[in-house]
């Protein structure tokens, strides 16, 4: 069945230092969706890609969806405290099918 | 309601006994997801349920684990004979699917299950 592998699983930064998070599909995707999950708290939905090599930004979030429609990536520019969290990639057309997480830890 | 809701929030059980986690979806969404997250990890699914079509258990870790879906609604995750190791969050989240739909997933704020 479709997979969805996200790298790193852990990611640990100083505050004001970028962070990427990559998310790759065993198959092409008809869309993908990044969700952020606070500690303690439940998975929430940030943005959705639909287009191939569609970019989206929000604030100091960009989202890129690759050309082939079979990968991602989340970038965070100068990363604060308040970035602190599990993001989740999710692809597929019926089943939504969740990367593992990257954990982001941000030292103040 | 204006979310996903989940009953209990917390939950704790003597091993070998049984538990029913609930979770009522947003009004008129389609599609039902269970999932499983242990301490630190990922989302791990249990359960697929949309519309009328027969559910997508593939997820399910055993066969102590069963859920259903009453009326395109409410739905209930039971744990038979619960084991040390089903000690996890249990997160329900909900979504609607059609041809113009976005299959947003809205979660839960999930049960804690605690099996002692």
């Known amino acids: 069945g479709q997979q969805v592998m996200q790298i790193p699983q852990y990611q640990h930064v100083q505050e004001g230092e970028d962070f990427t998070t990559y998310c790759n599909s065993s198959?092409?995707?008809?869309?993908i969706q990044w969700y952020k999950q606070r500690p303690g708290g439940h998975p929430v939905f940030l943005i959705q890609l639909v287009k191939s090599g569609e970019v989206k930004k929000q604030k100091r979030l960009t989202f890129q969806f690759g050309e082939a429609k079979k990968n991602s990536s989340l970038h965070i520019t100068a990363t604060q405290t308040t970035d602190v969290g599990t993001y989740f990639c999710?692809?597929?057309?019926?089943?939504?099918?969740f990367g593992k997480g990257t954990k982001l830890t941000v030292n103040p | 309601g204006a979310g996903v809701s989940q009953s209990p929030s917390n939950k704790v059980t003597e091993k070998g006994k049984d538990v029913e986690l609930r979770c009522d979806p947003i009004?008129?969404?389609?599609?039902l997801y269970w999932y499983r997250q242990s301490l630190g990890q990922g989302l791990e699914f249990l359960i697929y349920f949309q519309g009328n079509s027969a559910p997508d258990k593939s997820g399910l870790p055993s066969d102590r684990f069963s859920a259903e879906r009453t009326g395109g609604s409410v739905s209930t995750l039971t744990i038979q004979r619960t084991q040390q190791e089903d000690s996890a969050v249990y997160l329900c989240a909900s979504s609607f699917q059609g041809p113009q739909a976005k299959n947003i997933q809205y979660f839960g704020a999930g049960t804690r299950l605690s099996v002692l």
């Open positions: 198959t092409t995707l008809s869309n």
């Open positions: 999710a692809g597929g057309s019926e089943k939504l099918v």
């Open positions: 009004s008129g969404h389609t599609a």
